[in-house]
């Protein structure tokens, strides 16, 4: 390799990544097109279709030649107008049912996450601080017992606590249908709804910030630093904010927005629950109707933003870390 | 037939380990609590738990007949609860032993030849990570078509990667070791060196995997079949989640789904425990620090 630094590194990561997403769009078509049976049979099964009808509609969703002609015109269509064909059930374009779901789901996660974040780190500081106490021993098996809890099941818990039993939050959905509110009213109608999912959301990603926060802050208080500002005769207090808890925080940031494959698996789960109308939803809605088109739409964005994001966080480390930008190891 | 009796001694050891560790106990406990359930299920059942009450005895509550009550076909939650121990543990201990067959094969073969070998399988499993590990799984189950063995297929397919990994790092550093370096000084055979020397020297290694597994492969069953894609042959706790969710009764029965979600809570909980007490007791140092 001539290239040096962190130039080549960045490229050599670059490439890497348009190849494996490069990879995952072949796989992609090769999957779905190995279904036993006829899509097009399965779905419009009217007997009186006559003949030329179904070479229309295998036309249409691009099913028509040979593989490799299909190959070749899923790759144009998809890299020339970003098509990803048409949906079976919308009859419209994948990525415009897609697209249509995304901001209702980032309006979710957004709002966990963040949440989880705050909370999660500042709980597993306080028990890393306290190694070893009781304080720290519940909050790890309470931690550990909540994210062990599959999500689905935490959704279902909700519901039936907060929503049926004490009747505080809607059942499912995202605003009251038919209410047609507008302004502060609507806000406060969708803010109503989006409590339980988020709570949802909250108690498992809780349990992963307070694990990694909590071994981060006992990697930190054993450092020489730590005992340095003890040993300076400052208050326990004063360590621990201005000296642990700032260096136990950095490595959280990081990991936050890594475990992407992680937050999928939630959202799919926690939207499907509360019958929040994201692509968690659409996915599960996509899985009963048979909608392959999306099904398959909605693996390669979930796949393609999980190795953007790998290669940020990459690229990112590459830029901090002195080794790569001189040896340029890999 | 020596190396056997060590590495069973080993195993034996960790074993024993385990149950003095807190969290490790519970977990070994209410496993086996579950095994004799899922085991005598066909002695514990009422009635037949796929055998519809149609349409006399739909969703009764629970009674003195009908112990957790029935579903909106008639059909006795109790027993569909006893034998959703059965599937789980099925799928459990099968996806498990699959995938753990799989990736330590994987990682064998890799750690072991190194080189050009290893580099492409390393490349192959590290495609396999970065793919999204629910959603790969659902659209497989999909297309596959439900049942039970296709999702058993479809977790292993999704799981081996990381277990190659673990294996192989591990393969790594004991194929360096002097008593691998003295067989092959003798002649020893590649498949005698993988299988005779490095092989029983990851078996503790293999069991630790064995028991995340279990809990990944009953939470990703459970996942699939309340999204709708169990095996409509069998009755598991995910699917009862599912015809309670998409009937939409389930808020005004409570009945029909606190026998589930608890079943799966549990069981999903203290296997959890048991692989934080798996994960502690393999650290190195750990008898000693607890001066055993």
């Not at chain 1, 326990?236 to 937050?263: K, M, Q, W, Y």
């Not at chain 2, 406990?29 to 149609?54: C, E, M, Q, S």
């Not at chain 2, 630790?208 to 009755?235: K, M």
Request: proline fraction near 4%.
């Amino acid at each position: 390799m001539a290239l040096k630094g962190f130039a080549g590194f960045a490229i050599r990561k670059a490439s890497g990544a348009v190849i494996t997403i490069f990879v995952i769009i072949c796989a992609n078509f090769l999957i779905f097109r190995l279904v036993p049976g006829d899509p097009i049979r399965l779905l419009f099964r009217d007997p009186r279709a006559s003949a030329a009808a179904m070479a229309a509609l295998r036309a249409r969703f691009g099913l028509d030649g040979t593989l490799w002609d299909q190959f070749v015109a899923y790759l144009r269509q998809l890299f020339l107008h970003r098509d990803m064909g048409l949906s079976f059930v919308y009859g419209e374009p994948v990525w415009d049912v897609i697209a249509g779901r995304i901001p209702q789901t980032l309006l979710l996660v957004l709002i966990g996450l963040f949440i989880a974040g705050v909370v999660g780190t500042l709980l597993g500081a306080m028990a890393g601080w306290k190694t070893g106490t009781k304080f720290d021993s519940v909050v790890v098996s309470f931690s550990l017992s909540m994210y062990s809890i599959p999500t689905f099941a935490m959704g279902i818990i909700l519901l039936m606590i907060f929503a049926v039993t004490l009747g505080l939050f809607p059942l499912g959905g995202m605003y009251t249908r038919g209410a047609d509110l507008t302004g502060w009213a609507y806000v406060r109608d969708v803010a109503r709804y989006l409590v339980l999912p988020t709570a949802a959301i909250i108690v498992w990603y809780l349990g992963q910030y307070v694990i990694i926060t909590r071994s981060s802050m006992q990697d930190v208080l054993d450092q020489d630093y730590i005992a340095a500002a003890r040993t300076k005769g400052l208050k326990e207090s004063t360590v621990l904010r201005r000296h642990a808890l700032r260096n136990a925080i950095l490595p959280v940031v990081t990991i936050t927005g890594l475990d992407l494959a992680f937050a999928i698996a939630g959202v799919i789960q926690v939207e499907t629950v509360f019958r929040w109308p994201g692509i968690g939803r659409l996915m599960y809605e996509s899985v009963l109707k048979r909608d392959y088109p999306v099904l398959q739409g909605l693996f390669l964005v979930f796949a393609v933003v999980i190795v953007l994001a790998n290669l940020l966080v990459d690229l990112t480390y590459g830029y901090l870390d002195p080794r790569i930008k001189v040896g340029g190891g890999s | 037939m020596s190396r056997l009796v060590t590495l069973l001694q080993r195993l034996k050891d960790y074993f024993k380990l385990l149950l003095t560790h807190k969290m490790g106990l519970v977990g070994v406990v209410v496993f086996v609590i579950f095994g004799i359930i899922a085991i005598f299920a066909p002695f514990l059942r009422t009635v037949d738990p796929i055998r519809t009450g149609l349409p006399v005895n739909v969703l009764t509550p629970p009674s003195s007949q009908f112990w957790f009550g029935t579903d909106h076909l008639g059909r006795d939650i109790w027993s569909q609860t006893i034998y959703g121990a059965r599937v789980a543990l099925l799928v459990g201990l099968t996806g498990a032993a699959a995938t753990v067959c799989i990736g330590t094969l994987v990682g064998l073969i890799a750690g072991y030849f190194g080189k050009i070998l290893d580099e492409v399988i390393m490349r192959i499993v590290d495609f396999f990570m970065m793919l999204p590990g629910l959603p790969l799984m659902i659209i497989l189950a999909a297309l596959l078509g439900p049942s039970i063995w296709n999702i058993i297929l479809v977790i292993s397919i999704t799981y081996w990667p990381w277990t190659a990994r673990v294996i192989r790092s591990q393969v790594l550093s004991i194929k360096e070791r002097a008593f691998v370096e003295a067989s092959r000084s003798v002649g020893a055979s590649d498949r005698l060196l993988i299988f005779g020397e490095i092989l029983p020297n990851v078996v503790p290694l293999m069991f630790a995997q064995a028991i995340l597994l279990i809990t990944e492969a009953i939470y990703a069953e459970a996942v699939l079949a309340f999204l709708g894609l169990g095996d409509p042959t069998t009755i598991s706790w995910g699917m009862m989640l599912n015809f309670a969710f998409e009937s939409g009764l389930m808020h005004r029965k409570i009945y029909w789904v606190v026998p589930p979600i608890a079943s799966i809570v549990v069981l999903i909980i203290s296997l959890t425990f048991l692989g934080t007490a798996v994960s502690d007791i393999m650290k190195p140092g750990y008898r000693e620090a607890r001066g055993l």
